[in-house]
């Protein structure tokens, strides 16, 4: 009888072998039924203006309904834009951070209403060489009030809107409220009091990770493996957003003004009020 057990033996620890790979397989099988979680990438590579904003707004809105996409990732290259459409944007932006992770990127430039909508992300990560803050409004300030033959108004300020010092109260305004998204963004973080915040400087992103502008440098690979630690998943699939969703959207340069040689400039080519960033070497407005 004790020459049989060898033989027992071996077929039950076969079987359990079998058992085992077979089970093994299955749930490899299986693992790939189940779809992976999904990190949302959000690019802005132009002015915040209508058109791009409306594009933004509506990635942001299908990465909140969507329950695969567990956190986003925002990729900026942008001087910034509009008061209104950066406002709008950054108001959104808040929304989805209160339910999903959201991380920003700067991949060249987030600077004035860039950095705005930076402000509302979890974490800011950026390229080495990256150009950040310059935190602060540009406008141009309405004429004086003027008579034009044979137009007549009911108001002193109907053909420009506003007095001049009340321009100046508005962009106080605006400059505060700006302060005030970066300082509820940033908290402890922050190592620039108000007044070297609200200098207007940019930084290079070295400059800006010791003033605490941003947490830290790398890859857009690793932004995004700090997006999905935050979300706490792993074998985690970046999707594009952009490509998700249907939008009528022409990127043109038609925010900024051109030069009667057709030469782009850096400046919006309407009058108004902007979180915009206008390099330093830009001579003059047109």
């Not at 058109?51 to 309904?65: D, G, K």
């Not at 459409?85 to 209403?113: C, F, H, N, R, W």
């Not at 940019?202 to 010791?210: K, M, N, R, V």
């Amino acid at each position: 009888m004790s020459d049989t057990l060898p033989g027992k033996n071996w077929k039950t620890s076969r079987t359990i072998i079998i058992f085992l790979l077979v089970s093994l397989l299955a749930g490899i099988a299986f693992s790939f039924l189940i779809p992976r979680p999904l990190i949302g990438i959000i690019r802005l590579d132009n002015a915040i203006y209508f058109e791009s904003a409306n594009a933004l707004i509506q990635q942001i809105e299908y990465a909140r309904e969507n329950s695969r996409i567990r956190a986003v990732l925002l990729v900026l290259n942008t001087p910034g834009g509009t008061v209104v459409d950066t406002e709008a944007v950054y108001l959104e932006l808040i929304q989805l951070q209160a339910q999903k992770p959201v991380v920003a990127y700067v991949q060249g430039m987030a600077a004035s209403g860039g950095y705005y909508l930076s402000a509302a992300a979890n974490e800011i990560y950026s390229g080495p060489s990256s150009i950040i803050g310059n935190v602060g409004v540009i406008v141009t300030l309405p004429e004086d009030p003027f008579i034009v033959e044979d137009i007549f108004t009911t108001g002193p300020y109907k053909m420009t809107g506003a007095a001049r010092d009340t321009t100046l109260r508005e962009i106080d305004v605006i400059k505060q409220g700006f302060y005030q998204a970066v300082v509820s963004g940033r908290g402890e973080r922050l190592k620039l009091d108000a007044e070297g915040l609200l200098s207007g400087q940019t930084w290079l992103a070295s400059e800006a990770l010791q003033n605490g502008l941003i947490d830290g440098l790398g890859s857009l690979s690793e932004a995004l493996d700090h997006t999905a630690k935050l979300a706490r998943i792993g074998h985690y699939e970046a999707v594009e957003l952009q490509d998700q969703i249907y939008y009528d959207l022409i990127y043109s340069y038609g925010f900024f003004s051109e030069t009667s040689e057709g030469v782009i400039t850096p400046f919006p080519n309407k009058a108004g009020i902007y979180l915009l960033y206008v390099p330093s070497n830009a001579r003059r407005l047109p």
